[in-house]
């Protein structure tokens, strides 16, 4: 079990099992956001504060849900739009920064390829 949560505490969520890695993304989005993405199935994750207060911002193709606190600004992880996805993700950098400080991080091109870089 591992948890995340926003700056002022506000949302926080529940992970079943820590991260085997983290991706840093250079989407239009994400490069802007900083984020560090822990991927998951919708069951491993449960957010055990503040899941009616998370504010979505759904952007072009409309294939994801980014949520972020209204009160500190904090992302906190996004949702597929797709009801039956069994992907989503959480925002590492909303983890202790010690339990994730060994995990290794691959890069994303999600601005023009979508494939890892390394
Ligand atoms: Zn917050």
């Not at 491993?44 to 952007?59: D, E, N, W």
């Not at 925002?91 to 999600?110: Q, S, V, W, Y």
């Amino acid at each position: 079990m591992i948890e995340a949560s926003c700056h002022c505490g506000a949302i926080r969520i529940a992970i079943s099992e820590r991260p085997k890695r983290l991706t840093s993304c250079n989407c239009s989005l994400c490069h802007r956001l900083g984020t560090l993405w822990a991927y998951y199935r919708p069951d491993q994750v449960t957010i055990t504060h503040g899941a009616g207060i998370a504010v979505p911002y759904i952007q072009g193709d409309r294939t994801l849900k980014m949520f972020h606190c209204p009160t500190c600004g904090c992302t906190t992880h996004w949702e597929a739009m797709d009801q039956e996805a069994d992907r989503m993700a959480v925002n590492a950098r909303l983890m202790d920064p010690i339990e994730i400080a060994t995990i290794p991080i691959r890069r994303f091109d999600g601005a023009l390829t979508w494939t890892y870089l390394d």
